[in-house]
C-alpha cells in the first residue's frame, strides 16, 4: 500500500519541460560566444586566457511561473523565461555562463556572467535545468523535484538540496513581503486632504465676501 502511494505521489509531482533552442541560437552562440566573453570585462583573466576560452552548447533559462509564486499546489514551478544559457570554460574548467535573451531565432541581446559554481554547474550532466530567480539574482538547478543553489545569491536563501515544492512557501513569503510593502503612516496620508482643505477655504472665504456685500447692500428699514 506505501509502494502504491509513493508512486502516485511521484507521479503527481510538476513537470518542467523546457525547450529545445531554435538552431539559429545555437549558431550564435557557436560564432558569436567565444568573440563576445573574450571582449567582455571584469574577467579577472590575462589575455592570454581569454584567447582558450569556449562556449558550450546553450540551454533554456527557466523562471518561478505565477501560479508557483502564488502558492499553488501541484503548479509547474517554472517556466521558459526566453532566455538561453551555456558554460564558459577556460582551458577545460568552468568560469563562467553566457546568457542571451532571445525572440524565437532572433538574438536580442545578451550578458556575460563570470561564475565558476555556475560554469561548473553548467558542465555537469545536463539532467538537471538552470532556474534564475530575477529578484535575488540567485541561480539554482532543479533536478526533477530537487532543487539545489548554485551561486552565492541562491546560497544565501537555500542551504542546501530541498524538494522544490518544499521550497515554495519561502519563495512565497519572500515573494509577499517585497510586493507588499508597509503602508504609509497616517500622518504622512493627510499631505493628500491639503487640496480639499485648501478649496474648502476659498470657497469659505468667497461665501463670507459674498455675504459681506450683500449685508452691506441691504435696503435700509426706517
Known amino acids: 500500500m506505501l509502494a502504491a502511494l509513493a508512486v502516485v505521489a511521484l507521479a503527481a509531482l510538476p513537470g518542467v519541460e523546457l525547450p529545445d533552442p531554435p538552431a539559429p541560437v545555437v549558431v550564435w552562440f557557436e560564432q558569436e560566444g567565444p568573440g563576445v566573453v573574450q571582449t567582455s570585462e571584469n574577467s579577472g583573466l590575462p589575455p592570454e586566457q581569454l584567447v582558450s576560452v569556449e562556449v558550450g552548447v546553450p540551454t533554456a533559462v527557466g523562471t518561478w511561473s505565477e501560479e508557483f509564486l502564488a502558492g499553488r499546489s501541484g503548479a509547474d514551478p517554472v517556466v521558459p523565461s526566453g532566455e538561453w544559457i551555456a558554460p564558459i570554460t577556460v582551458e577545460g574548467a568552468g568560469s563562467g555562463a553566457l546568457v542571451a535573451a532571445a525572440d524565437g531565432p532572433e538574438v536580442l541581446d545578451h550578458r556575460v556572467i563570470w561564475d565558476e559554481d555556475l560554469g561548473e554547474a553548467l558542465l555537469s550532466p545536463q539532467d538537471a535545468d538552470p532556474v534564475l530567480e530575477a529578484e535575488i539574482s540567485g541561480w539554482f538547478r532543479l533536478a526533477g523535484d530537487d532543487l539545489s543553489p548554485v551561486t552565492a545569491e541562491a546560497r544565501d536563501v537555500l542551504a542546501g538540496t530541498i524538494a522544490v515544492a518544499d521550497y515554495q512557501p519561502f519563495l512565497v513569503e ?41 449685508w452691506i447692500r441691504r435696503p435700509e428699514v426706517s
Do not use: Y
Not at 507588499?180 to 469659505?204: C, K, S
Open 174 to 214: 519572500r515573494r509577499g513581503v517585497e510586493e507588499n510593502p508597509a503602508p504609509l503612516p497616517e500622518a504622512q496620508d493627510n499631505t493628500q486632504l491639503r487640496p480639499v482643505l485648501v478649496t474648502a477655504g476659498i470657497v469659505l472665504g468667497v461665501l463670507a465676501v459674498v455675504g459681506t456685500i450683500v
